[in-house]
Structures are given as C-alpha cells and as structure tokens.
C-alpha cells in the first residue's frame, strides 16, 4: 500500500508517442514540501514528461501516483489539491482579469475570496488592468494571470511547464520566493520543468535531468550548473 | 488559505459578463447564429442541385450508353444499399469530432475547478447530441431526396417519419460515440466501424458475385426489398421507435459519464470542431485536414526508403503525399468509379465518364496543391534548404507532373479496358487524358500559391460588380485551370468532329501550358 505521505509517485513511468517511449522508465518520489525540477535541452521530452503525469496524453507504461492513488485529472480530489499550469493558456473572453481570478477563488471555495484575488493581483502586478478583458492585456500580463490562476487557490501540489517565460526581473524574483516560501512553510509539492538556473536553485531540491534516452537525478546545485553550462 | 462550504457555480459568473454585454454585440452573436443557419440551408440546397444532376447523368439515357452485363443495379437499388453505409460514416465523422466538446479556455479554467460546472456539462452533452441529430438530419434529408429523384414512390408521411426517425438516429450515434468518448474507446470504434463497412461491402460484393455466377439476382432482389422498405413510413415508425429506446439506453446514462472524459481530451475535440467550422467558413478544407494530423500518430521515426536518394524537393513532395494519406482520396474515387461503372446499370455513359474526370481532376489538382503548398508558400524554406526560390518552383512543377502522371495512366486505362468507351474514340481519349496532365499540374501550382480567402475582401467589393468578378475569378483560377484541361475529353466523349477536336485541345493546352512553362523555365 502507497504511503499517502508521498506526494507524488512515478512508478517506471514510460512516456512518448504512439506507443513508443521516449527515454527509459523514470522511478521517482516526490515528498510533500519538496521541489523537483526537470531539465534537460530543447527536445528532450520535458514537456512531455509533465503533460503524460497530469494524463495531458497517455502513457506508454507504468504509473503516476498521487496521495497512493492513480494520478486522474478527472478526480475531484485531485483537481482540488493539485494546481497544473503546463499550457500556454487560452482565456475567457467575456471576463475580466479579476473575474478570471474570482471564478477560480469561489470555484475552489476560498473562503475570502475577495482579498486572495486582491492579494494576486497586486503580488502579479496585475491591479491596474484587474477589470481588462484579456484581449487587452500584453503577453506578459497573460502569463501573470495564468501563474496567479495557480497560486490563488489553495494546493498541496503545484505543477509549472517553464513558469519564467515572459516574465520580467521582478516578478521572477517574488515568484521564486514565494515558491520557496510555499514549499518551506506549507508543505507545498512543486514540479517545474524550467531553464532557468535560478528557479532551480532557489525554490527546488532536486532534478530530473532528460538526456538523450536516459534520464540521472541531480540535486538542484548540480542541475543549475548544468543548465548554466558548466557541467556536461 | 482557508475554504468556504458555499457551493458554487461557475455559470452565476458568466451571466454577469452576459449581461454586460452591448446591445451591438447581443445583435452580432445572433447575426451570427442566422448567418450560420442560413449558410447551412444553402449550402444543403446546393449539394441537393449537385446530387441531382449526379443522378440525372447517372439515369440519363445518353447516346453511346454501354450496358455491361455486370450492372445488376438500378440507381434507386444502389442508393436503398447505401443506407447503412451513410450511418457508419455518420457515426465515424461523431467519433472523430468528439463529440463532446469544451473550449481551450473552459478546458483551463471551468474544468479544473473541484465541483465540475453542471450548466457547462449539460451543454456540451446538449452540443453533442444536437450535432449528432444535426448531421444525420440532414444526411438522411439528402439521401432521401436523391432516392425520390431516382424513382422511388415519395409518401408524406415517409418523410415525417424518416425526418422525425433521422434525428432521433443521429441522437443515438451521437450516444453512442459519446460512450467511446467516456470509456476511452474511440480507436476501437473507429476499428469496429471500419470492419462493419468492409463486411458490409464484402457481403454485397459476393452477393454480387452469385448474381454473376447465375446464382439468381439475389443482389437485385434484395436492393429492391430495401428500395420498398424505405419507402414505407412504417418501417421509419419501426425504426424511430427502436432508436427512441436505443436513446433511453445509451444516452441517459451518459449524463454522469461526462465527468470522467479528461478536460484535455475535450478540448482537443474542441480545437477539431473549430478547425472544422473556421473550414466551412473559409470554404478552404486544408485547416479541418490540418487538425486531423491529431489523429495521426506523431513523434515515432518514419522511414523514408529509397525516397531518401531523391533530391530535397521531390522528396518532401513524395513525402507529403505519402504521409498525410493525401493519395487515398484519389484512389478511392477512381475505385467508386470503377464500381459504379461495373455495377450500376446505365452508369457506363460518355456523360458519367466526363462527369468522373471533372471529379478526378479537380480532386487531384487540390491534393498535390495541398501537397506542395509548403514548398510554395512557406516564407524562408529556400534559405533552408539552400536553393534559390526558382529552383524549388521548378523542382515542384517537374515533381507535379510526376506524381499527377500515374492518376492519370490509370484513369485513361480504366475506360477502355472497361470497354465503355465510344466506338472509334480510344486514340483521341488517349490525347484526351494526356492533355488533363499539364491541366492538373497547373490548377496544383496555382492552389499551393493560393493565400487563405479574405472575406473581408469580398465584402469591401461586393458593390462593385466588375471588382467582385475579378475577387472571384482569383479565387476561382486554380481550379479553371484544371477544369479546362477537360475539354479535349469533354470533346471527345460528345463525339465533336475532330477540328473541334483540336480547338479544345488548344484552348486547353493554351491555358494550362502558360503557368506551368513559367515554373519549368525559372
């Protein structure tokens, strides 16, 4: 029996297409409070790593496991406690910035809904174009409401496809604290693929590296040098 | 975070962005849907004028009609046959479209939240069926009135009950693809679709093989049974009365199965259905085409054979017609041609066979346009692959005619082995067929150069008539190009002397030499 302390499990998961894996099975444990990153060059099958965990497509072999149970999107409890942000994001065009954030405040049930989405707003610098439709907004502002999206709802479990895209200095900063902040002091899980060295340094403990067909753990030390070039 | 017990519906949020809206844009969504409504109700009346002009050369009792002793059907009989078949397909195209659907935007925003949004459930499911019921209607309406046009007793009641028994069917198959979409089946549905199909031909085919071999014309005999029961508004009641309860069965339940898709995969069907109208709206098919790449296994090697010791361009041609399947409508058609002339009697008249080459051609200068069209149309590939524009233009003309030729050789082949061409005609035919070369090659070059239709354009225009004809004879060039290499065929199936001949042949050659000889000489 799975142990429900970890968060997420892979049990020899096999990924890629058509039936034919991409890289050799990947076993790995993510506790809960703990940052895993996975790295690797353009191409190696990052992306798909994370979309085949959150069944964005499906597996060749093996298992995805949350809490000791299959990892399904369609499980209530995981849409509750697991926030995934692996797209680039489309957007309801009606609604506004604020009510973007509103509809996933109310819909996870916070509680004081109204200062979460002032809270994210602001965190995003995102308050002075709350009441935009996102056809107004630039491309970064687009990027920060889909990153607010994930962190004004509650979540044990956080999943970000290269959450630094489009993202100026600043924000990159306090998302990265806040991350760590998250992980440290709430027991937050965080999954990220990312090529930003930082990232990995400041806000998670591990890494997965994909290279070529096979894949090695590092720790975060080790993988941010690796993406700054100075380990091959 | 703390967490509030309030249930909450994502549907209180999109009634006030609703209710904000502008009384101009409330007046543009519905436009929008008359447009729609409107679109549909034309564009059935024009594939009911297309079908009937089909079944009237079809039927048409034309000079130099050869009856093979093969065709054992009337058209009627064929059409009664065609019937289960038109269901299957119908169900495949649910299949393929989902056919439940969310948008990109509902998939990321609506569909992760804990409680699922039960408005936004029960419409998708109501899309699903209203498609499905949608799509069958109006297959069975023009099925139905091609039957009647080809002899068949027409009974009002017929066509209440076949209209009333047509929804409630396409209710059914949308249920039925909808339990695909649920337990996560559609690939064996589309497998089990396809050996229904093929057994279902197969039958017919040894049917007609025992009306060959003397065995009676059970073929015949059965076709004409069908013919009648069609025509019963009885046997519509029966069969509406069975779908209804086929309905309770397998649609209910779907209700609480819409929970267990995956947001991804509905709103994958999502981004198919879009593709699909934005290609209806552009009347341009290659977006819907460009969408069922989905369907095709990606990212596992391919192997390119002795393809690979070809130069770049012809390579990439070669290749794109062989892996997008592009080949496979061209070669369905000349099989459908091939069986209407074999089965259905009266079929093997010059009018058909014109008819078939008009098809053909038009179909194959869109495939191999299709095809080339990223080595025409795709801004930098010539730095990529380092050589100069004309060069590659060359090098897709001389691959066009390549490729265009075996179609070709195949269709000036079939009639005369056939023996349905006129008496006298097969030097000329053979002329004939090798003029819709350069015909097909041309209409290709002009379609891959083509850009995507502007609408808006055309409004700009519209009330100016001579601008209007000018927008439509550019939209329109590719495929007169292709058309006209026609007429030398055309020429010799109505039996013109052969001065006439000749005047066809130039001005075919006249217009489809002009484009291509720019191409080879560059």
Redesign the interface.
Known sequence: MESADVALRLDSLEFGYAGRALCEPVTAVLEPGTGYGIIGSNGSGKSTLLRTMVGAQPMVAGGVYYRGEPLREADRMVRGQVAVQIDDGAFLEELTVAEHLELVARGHRVARWERAVEHELEFFALTDVAEHLPAELSSGQRRRLLLASALVRPASLLIFDEPEQRLDYQILQRLYNRLAELRDAHGVGLLVVSHDPQLIRQSLQQVLLLEGRSIRALDAECGSRWLEGRVS | ??????D?E?QE??K???A??SNQERFDRFSDGYIWVLAVLILFAYVVSASNAVLYVLQSAAANTVVLPTAVLEVVQALALLFPLLVCGVLDLLRLLGPCSI????????M?????SRALLRACRRRALGLGAGAMFLTWALWYVALIASGASFDPLTLLGGSVAGLLLGALLAGLAMWAQIVGHRTTLRRTLRWVSLGYLVALGLLWLGSMAGAGHLLALMSSRLVDLWAAPGSWLLIGIFVLLGILLAVGPTRNGL??????ELSRSGALQGSLVAALSQLDIRNFAAGLGEER?????RRRGSVARLAPVPQILILSLWRSARWRPAAVLLATSVLLFLVVRGAANPLMLLLMSIVLVACVSFLLGSCARPLIAVPGLSRLLGLPQQQIRREVAYGLLAVGAPVVVVWALIAPLLGILPAGTLPWWLVACAALLPGIAAGALGYAGRPMRDWEEMLTVAGNDEAMGLWAMRQLTPLLSALVAVLPLAAVLLGLAPPALLVALVVSMLRSLPPLMRALRT
């Open positions: 975070m703390t967490v509030a017990s309030a909450f994502p949020i999109f006030r962005a609703r904000r809206r948008s990109a935007a509902e998939s990321t925003w609506v992760t939240l804990p409680q699922r929970e267990r898709i995956s947001r991804f296994p990606t990212g596992c090697k």
